[in-house]
């Protein structure tokens, strides 16, 4: 995938039989994920202008350009949608995208290498950083918290991490 586009939601199937779709936001605001002007399947093969219909469980229910029928929304189940990184806001210096944390270089306080950030996983409650690497057994979730992270160098390609005991 281009690192000039960011996930910003998901198409979880269709919401009735008009074509609407229900729509996943993976944005801090939610109802953001509109403005960011034509979405792309990760392909880029697909790109669809939003409208937001109204709230519902998990998400909205939305209007894509393009799509007019039931069969073609369920077509398009589990199609993620990236914006161009251009269109997304800045964020604060302690705020980052979670395109930009995956993949990053782990160490320890003692600046030894501990693996490498496989993803980062958003239960709800906070998120949570999965952690592999060489000598570890299974990955390790560690809460992306400023106290287990006091470091994140997104220039050098690196986490500093100082977690609780016993996690590693």
Same mark, same amino acid.
């Given at each position: ?8 939601? %998901?198409?979880?199937?269709? @919401? ?9 936001? !993976?944005? $801090? ?30 998400? !909205? ?11 073609? %929304? ?24 979670? %395109? ?24 709800? *409650? ?7 690497? /060489? ?19 997104? $220039? *050098? ?6 977690? /609780?005991?016993?996690? @590693?």
């Amino acid at each position: 995938m281009s690192e000039d586009r960011i996930c910003v939601g %998901a198409i979880a199937g269709a @919401f009735g039989v008009g074509g609407l779709v229900r729509l996943k936001s !993976f944005c $801090a605001d939610p109802e953001a994920i509109a403005s960011y002007g034509p979405l792309r399947s990760e392909d880029g093969s697909k790109s669809f202008e939003i409208t937001i219909e109204t709230p519902i469980k998990s998400g !909205f229910s939305a209007r894509l350009t393009g799509i007019a029928t039931k069969e073609a %929304a369920d077509a398009l189940r589990g199609t993620r949608l990236y914006a161009p990184r251009e269109a997304l806001p800045s964020l604060p210096d302690d705020e980052f995208y979670h %395109a930009d944390l995956i993949g990053l270089d782990v160490f320890d306080a003692g600046g030894a290498q501990v693996g490498r950030i496989k993803a980062v996983l958003d239960h709800g *409650a906070g998120d949570l950083l999965e952690i592999e690497g /060489p000598e570890l057994k299974a990955s390790v979730l560690l809460p992306f918290t400023q106290a287990n992270v006091p470091t994140v160098d997104l $220039a *050098a390609g690196r986490i500093v991490i100082d977690p /609780p005991e016993g996690v @590693f």
